[in-house]
């Protein structure tokens, strides 16, 4: 089945730095990625959507100076936390829907980043 | 614009008990339906799907079909082991729109 990576699975960090989250699809081409963030008992909220070769959508009250997202290639995305603060820490979730197929597919999910700020 | 309820939890269950997660949308055109399921720690996994009304998905013992009279997606199973314990997502995709999820719904299930 389709398969989504994931990288790094867990990153603590001290604040103002920059943490880079990689999103591969591994065996299908992916010209829309998603970025979600959770919050401990709740639902994924979604932030951005990307897309291969041009910029981002980013929803409304996310900030895209601070999460930078790059969809360089069909198989990889990544999302850039900038200047990250204590308030950033949270599950970031991956998500990449397959572009061969035209009907309505479900997304395929990564495994998730836990990002600490100390 | 597209809206996805559940059921609130917790729920708690004993081992082999029935399961019934509620779950009902509203949304423009034609829906396809999802649960997705996360084991803690992890990203979301698609438990099953149903594309059209009256489509029943099902997988590793989870069932639920697709209502469109009263605009409803149950999910059922009828025996639940520990190793169920997670959160449930039911979800739904209209086309051209993004995903929309519900709020999740977590299961514990006590041996």
């Known amino acids: 089945g389709a398969v989504v990576s994931q990288h790094p699975s867990w990153v603590i960090c001290k604040s103002g730095t920059s943490v880079k989250i990689e999103c591969r699809s591994l065996?299908?081409?992916?010209?829309?990625m998603f970025w979600y963030r959770q919050f401990p008992k709740q639902s994924l909220m979604l932030m951005a959507t990307?897309?291969?070769?041009?910029?981002?959508?980013?929803e409304q009250g996310v900030e895209k100076d601070k999460f930078l997202i790059n969809h360089a290639s069909l198989t990889l995305s990544t999302l850039t936390v900038t200047s990250a603060h204590p308030e950033d820490s949270s599950f970031y979730i991956c998500?990449?829907?397959?572009?061969?197929?035209?009907?309505?597919?479900?997304?395929?999910f990564g495994d998730g980043t836990r990002l600490s700020i100390l | 614009g597209n809206s996805v309820t559940q059921m609130e939890g917790p729920v708690t269950l004993s081992e082999e008990a029935f399961l019934t997660i509620n779950c009902t949308y509203t949304?423009?055109?034609?829906?396809?339906l999802f649960w997705y399921v996360q084991y803690p720690g992890e990203g979301l996994q698609l438990l099953l799907k149903?594309?059209?009304?009256?489509d029943k998905g099902s997988n590793k013992g989870f069932e639920a079909t697709y209502r469109k009279e009263t605009t409803s997606f149950h999910l059922e199973k009828g025996s639940v082991q520990v190793s169920d314990s997670a959160v449930y997502f039911c979800a739904l995709i209209t086309y051209g729109q993004n995903f929309v999820f519900g709020p999740g719904t977590r299961l514990s299930v006590l041996p």
């Open positions: 998500s990449a829907r397959d572009s061969s197929r035209e009907a309505v597919q479900p997304q395929h």
């Open positions: 065996d299908f081409q992916a010209t829309t």
């Open positions: 949304a423009t055109g034609y829906p396809s």
């Open positions: 149903a594309t059209k009304a009256d």
């Open positions: 990307s897309n291969e070769g041009s910029k981002a959508t980013y």
